[in-house]
């Protein structure tokens, strides 16, 4: 069994800032990548950044200078430090682990941007 456990959001405001964190636990014997996707209401769960084991990395359009993903995979960890935020980054955040055999999600965490 693997878990995942999101952890980070809040209510932030408009120009702020939140790290999200999500560590994988359990029958890991490698991770190949780790990513984090969300879901706004009414809208399909899109991908937001992803990271390979070698610390590729790649982002949705929508937040390519302002978000930051990074991992430690000695504690096989993934965060994403999100800056300059904004309303349309409202949504709940799911962390996703590629075990290279399967692949498994975290229950989310919720990000509110508002003032």
């Known amino acids: 069994q693997v878990q995942v456990v999101e952890s980070g959001g809040g209510l932030v405001q408009p120009g702020g800032s939140l790290r999200l964190s999500c560590a994988a636990s359990?029958?890991?014997?490698?991770?190949?990548?780790m990513g984090w996707y969300r879901q706004a209401p009414g809208k399909e769960r899109e991908l937001v950044a992803v990271?390979?084991?070698?610390?590729?990395?790649n982002y949705a359009d929508s937040v390519k200078g302002r978000f930051t993903i990074s991992r430690d995979n000695n504690k096989n960890t993934v965060y994403l430090q999100m800056n300059s935020l904004k309303p349309e980054d409202t949504a709940v955040y799911f962390c996703?682990?590629?075990?290279?055999?399967?692949?498994?999600w975290g229950q989310g965490t919720q990000v509110t941007v508002s003032s």
């Open positions: 996703n682990v590629d075990l290279y055999h399967d692949d498994y």
């Open positions: 990271i390979t084991r070698r610390s590729v990395t």
């Open positions: 359990g029958s890991i014997f490698s991770l190949n990548s």
